[in-house]
T-cell receptor, first 119, second 114 residues
Framework: AQTVTQSQPEMSVQEAETVTLSCTYDTSESDYYLFWYKQPPSRQMILVIR??????QNATENRFSVNFQKAAKSFSLKISDSQLGDAAMYFC????????????????FGQGTILTVHP | KAGVTQTPRYLIKTRGQQVTLSCSPISGHRSVSWYQQTPGQGLQFLFE???????NKGNFPGRFSGRQFSNSRSEMNVSTLELGDSALYLC?????????????FGEGSRLTVL
């Protein structure tokens, strides 16, 4: 079974600084998707960034970028120029698009990292 | 375009009762999945529906069930509630085709069992 591990229960960063959140996963599949989701205190889960395993290039979305190391099964999230609005719980998630051929909605989540941003 | 809508947002039940939660996906999305979020267990997959059929099920007892209607709206039901069922229940929708796989989440239904 696939597992996702986030080893940092809590992280903090000063406003305008850079922070990196860690994620490792375990799978025997070669084709899969990885995601970082953000859950602010309002609770709605929002997609931050996604990475397709077959793409070697690391995904980037504005201030958010990932370091995807497929061989090491590592998928870290870097937040540059941190803002107060980045404070939230961040979840790393894995999805295997080939699971059962029809499993579109099953994500395996890590335990989450609470990010605090200090002004 | 309206997002994923979950009702009710909050509810309190007592042990032994049953509860039904509702989820309306984004228009055009045909896949709906449900997750349970608790401080101890984190986010756990409950089940997934596509075209009114359950496509996948997580490791939960039979007290947890769901269904999907022809308009893609989904309901989940928990019977004979236990204290441990207290959780935030999240619904997510997706197009349901083999795309990049992004799921869009609702704000959740907070269930408290007394």
């Amino acid at each position: 079974a696939q597992t996702v591990t986030q080893s940092q229960p809590e992280m903090s960063v000063q406003e305008a600084e850079t922070v990196t959140l860690s994620c490792t996963y375990d799978t025997s599949e070669s084709d899969y998707y990885l995601f970082w989701y953000k859950q602010p205190p309002s609770r709605q889960m929002i997609l931050v960034i996604r990475q397709e395993a077959y793409k070697q290039q690391n995904a980037t979305e504005n201030r958010f970028s990932v370091n995807f190391q497929k061989a090491a099964k590592s998928f870290s999230l870097k937040i540059s120029d941190s803002q107060l609005g980045d404070a939230a719980m961040y979840f790393c998630a894995y999805r295997n698009p080939n699971a059962g051929g029809t499993s579109y909605g099953k994500l395996t989540f890590g335990q989450g990292t609470i990010l605090t941003v200090h002004p | 375009k309206a997002g994923v809508t979950q009702t009710p947002r909050y509810l309190i039940k007592t042990r032994g009762q049953q509860v039904t939660l509702s989820c309306s996906p984004i228009s055009g999305h045909r896949s709906v999945s449900w997750y349970q979020q608790t401080p101890g267990q984190g986010l756990q997959f409950l089940f997934e529906y596509f075209s009114e059929t359950q496509r996948n099920k997580g490791n939960f007892p039979g007290r947890f069930s769901g269904r999907q209607f022809s308009n893609s709206r989904s309901e989940m039901n928990v019977s004979t509630l236990e204290l441990g069922d207290s959780a935030l229940y999240l619904c997510a929708s997706s197009l349901g085709v083999r795309t990049s796989g992004e799921l869009f989440f609702g704000e959740g239904s907070r269930l408290t069992v007394l």
